[in-house]
T-cell receptor, first 114, second 113 residues
């Protein structure tokens, strides 16, 4: 059973460009979470999605950030008009059902904004 | 607001020693706690968890202790090995229906041969 997959692993964008980060949950998992990690810090929750629904986006910046988890395909975290402060590692986690507390994390996407 | 903090940013031990990593949490409503290990360039890896109705839970070479009175969590690693070198995070989840985890800032464990 393959783990959570994220791509790309590394992404470099210039200020003002768009960044798209992809997450394929573990097989059979329908719940996806996105977290952001700044260097030397813990992970900060961004958004929690189920298939085709955003359940909790309380950690998402109000502007430029969006997330989706379509019926088919991976979950996408989109950052528009990136700024240097967006540089971070973005981790995706998945779980098979809401009351399964353990979240399985992917390897992360390291975004660098130049 | 919610916060999870750690007492020590870096812990250095000798191979074979026992390691203790501490974590303080502030949300008394949290009912589930997890320890994750994160190696450089990788995502967090589940180590062990504990529910708020327990005081202690043991795994393979690891033990988690929960003291709800002082809102303190600790991870004990027995016979620490060089492969244990990583950053360790505690995380908590509240009693609400959503699965948001609140992470601490992490403790770096350095194991010398």
């Amino acid at each position: 059973n393959a783990g959570v997959m994220q791509n790309p692993r590394h992404l470099v964008r210039r200020r003002g460009q768009e960044a798209r980060l992809r997450c394929s949950p573990m097989k059979g998992h329908s719940h996806v979470y996105w977290y952001r990690q700044l260097p030397e810090e813990g992970l900060k929750f961004m958004v929690y999605l189920q298939k085709e629904n955003i359940i909790d986006e309380s950690g998402m910046p109000k502007e430029r950030f969006s997330a989706e988890f379509p019926k088919e395909g991976p979950s996408i975290l989109r950052i528009q008009q990136v700024v240097r402060g967006d540089s971070a590692a973005y981790f995706c986690a998945s779980s098979p059902r809401q009351d399964l507390l353990q979240q399985y994390f992917g390897p992360g996407t390291r975004l660098t904004v130049t | 607001g919610e916060s999870v903090g750690l007492h020590l940013p870096t812990l250095s031990v000798q191979e074979g020693d026992n390691s203790i990593i501490n974590c303080a949490y502030s949300n008394s409503a949290s009912d589930y706690f997890i320890w994750y290990k994160q190696e450089s360039g990788k995502g967090p890896q589940f180590i062990i968890d504990i529910r708020s109705n327990m005081d202690k839970r043991q795994g393979q070479r690891v033990t988690v202790l929960l003291n709800k009175t002082v809102k303190h969590l600790s991870l004990q690693i027995a016979a620490t090995q060089p492969g244990d070198s990583a950053v360790y995070f505690c995380a908590e989840k509240g009693k609400t229906g959503f699965q948001k985890l609140v992470f601490g800032t992490g403790t770096r464990l350095l194991v010398s041969p």
